[in-house]
Nanobody
């Protein structure tokens, strides 16, 4: 059973930065697709960024140029570097993983973490 644990969330002022981490355990390999999703208060969950086993990434237009997704060489830790944060980035952020070789934000990810809260104040 794959387990995902997010960390790094918190409260920050607009314009600030945070780095989220997602530690994966269980039968997960470098070939897994991984991604970050978020759910703002009162809204539906939305995709933020994904990365596949070739290192190819997809990034939502709303965060492009500000957020960067990456993973360590083992493939077991996923990161989301968030810069120039805006109030509208406030959300619960979730890490997800799937055994597919290729993925994007429309992929049905099978494994999910519990989430980490990010709050951006003006």
């Amino acid at each position: 059973q794959v387990q995902l644990v997010e960390s790094g969330g918190g409260s920050v002022q607009s314009g600030g930065s945070l780095r989220l981490s997602c530690a994966a355990s269980g039968p997960i390999y470098k070939r897994y697709c991984m991604g970050w999703f978020r759910q703002p208060p009162g809204k539906e969950r939305e995709g933020v960024a994904t990365i596949n086993n070739f290192g190819t990434t997809t990034v939502a237009d709303s965060v492009k140029g500000r957020f960067t997704i990456s993973r360590d060489n083992s493939g077991n830790t996923l990161y989301l570097q968030m810069n120039s944060l805006k109030v509208e980035d406030t959300a619960m952020y979730y890490c997800a993983a799937d055994g597919a070789a290729f993925c994007n934000m429309g992929t049905t990810f099978n494994y999910w973490g519990q989430g980490t809260q990010v709050t951006v104040s003006s």
